[in-house]
Nanobody, 117 residues
Framework: VQLVESGGGLVQPGGSLRLSCQAS????????MSWYRQAPGKGRESVAA????????YYADSVKGRFTISRDNPKNTVYLQMNNLKPEDTAVYYC???????????WGQGTQVTVSS
């Protein structure tokens, strides 16, 4: 089982980025997939999540209306589209698969997002 994030980088305030989370060893449509972030000196916080079959989504209040989580089943990839980025969105972003194959939660290695002018 492996999760690999990509797509982070440096962007100006108001800009956009799309993060990708490529999964292997399981199918992303079979578990709840989530995005978290951790800013310097702060704890890890949940940003967005997507349920299994219905694809219902959840967003933290701080990103609601700006971030969108989505899933591409043939590519076995989960995305986080981030628009209107703010300096306070600066963090390392992680994707997580909940209770994958009944073995527990799996995390990716993280991708850095920096929002700065």
């Amino acid at each position: 089982v492996q999760l690999v994030e990509s797509g982070g980088g440096l962007v100006q305030p108001g800009g956009s980025l799309r993060l990708s989370c490529q999964a292997s060893g399981f199918t992303v449509s079979s578990v709840i997939m989530s995005w978290y972030r951790q800013a310097p000196g702060k704890g890890r916080e949940s940003v967005a999540a997507m349920t299994i079959s219905s694809g219902n989504t959840y967003y933290a209040d701080s990103v609601k209306g700006r971030f969108t989580i989505s899933r591409d089943n043939p590519k076995n990839t989960v995305y986080l589209q981030m628009n209107n980025l703010k300096p306070e969105d600066t963090a390392v972003y992680y994707c997580k698969g909940l209770n994958v194959n009944g073995l527990g939660d799996y995390w990716g290695q993280g991708t850095q997002v920096t929002v700065s002018s």
